[in-house]
């Protein structure tokens, strides 16, 4: 059984960074797809990155380009480097994950596991 747990989160300034982390247990890490999801209060659930087993990754326009998403399958881990946070970033963060086939160049579209989430909070 999958499992998720998220850590990283905190308060910044705009204009900061962090880097959140996904730990996983479970499964072969190496065949999972991961993605990573944010929500704010009042606000739908915005998917915003994933690394494939494959290490295809992919990103919402909202964090294109200021967001990094990595692997490490030795350590189990992901992560996601965010790079000039503004206030709008401000929500839960939460990964989720989904078993693949080995090498898959295509993210998931439905994940069998999520974390606990994390809080993000960017201030201006």
């Known amino acids: 059984q999958l499992q998720l747990v998220e850590s990283g989160g905190g308060l910044v300034q705009s204009g900061g960074s962090l880097r959140l982390s996904c730990a996983a247990s479970?499964?072969?890490?190496?065949?999972?797809?991961i993605a990573w999801f944010r929500q704010a209060p009042g606000k739908q659930r915005e998917r915003i990155s994933c690394i494939s087993s494959g290490s295809a990754t992919e990103y919402a326009d909202s964090v294109k380009g200021r967001f990094v998403v990595t692997r490490d399958n030795a350590k189990d881990m992901v992560y996601l480097e965010m790079n000039s946070l503004k206030p709008e970033d401000t929500a839960t963060y939460y990964c989720?994950?989904?078993?693949?086939?080995?090498?898959?160049?295509?993210?998931?579209?439905?994940?069998?596991?999520w974390g606990q989430g994390t809080q993000v909070t960017v201030s201006s």
């Open positions: 479970g499964l072969t890490f190496a065949a999972v797809g």
């Open positions: 989720a994950g989904q078993i693949q086939i080995l090498g898959s160049t295509t993210c998931p579209a439905r994940f069998q596991a």
